[in-house]
């Protein structure tokens, strides 16, 4: 019997998230109070994140906390359109393409300044609608941006 590689552990771990951090529902009340727990976690624990929330396009939520600076803007822009772009979080997307040797690029159409597949950026998926929005996290490595905004959507729907 052949085994997981690392990589395909990783991405159906990623995958099994993708089908269980589901809303039922989802609206600006939500954004907000998923938005403030974050704060309330990463200034806890003292991480320098920015964390955005939108739905359809619309910035519902917004924070930059101590140790960030527009770059994480720019980042979570990118990441963003990932999520956007694929229907994916932007670190299972990453990992997929990592597994088969490809980058994302020009050949898959799109221009690489403009999105970038490294972790951080969580789709908001509502049963029975898709994608709605993204939950997304700037400021620590990218497997470290994805743990904290899916353990916060987790716990947000008690996970």
Do not use: C
Request: without cysteine; negative net charge; charged residues 20%.
């Amino acid at each position: 019997m052949a085994t997981m590689t690392d990589d395909e552990t990783l991405i159906a771990s990623l995958e099994v998230q993708e089908r269980t951090l589901v809303f039922t529902r989802f609206d600006n009340a939500d954004a907000w109070r998923l938005g403030s727990a974050m704060v309330a976690a990463a200034t806890e624990r003292g991480l320098p994140v920015t964390i955005d929330i939108r739905r359809h396009g619309q910035q519902l939520f917004h924070a930059a906390l101590p140790g960030t600076t527009a770059e994480n803007d720019a980042w979570i822009e990118r990441k963003v359109n990932v999520v956007n772009r694929f229907a994916a979080a932007s670190y299972l997307v990453g990992r997929r393409l990592a597994a088969r040797g490809r980058e994302l690029g020009e050949a898959l159409g799109v221009e690489p300044r403009l999105f970038a597949a490294h972790g951080g950026a969580f789709p908001v998926r509502v049963k029975d609608v898709g994608v709605i929005g993204t939950v997304t996290v700037s400021g620590l490595p990218q497997a470290d941006d994805h743990a904290f905004v899916t353990e916060m959507i987790g716990a947000f729907l008690g996970i």
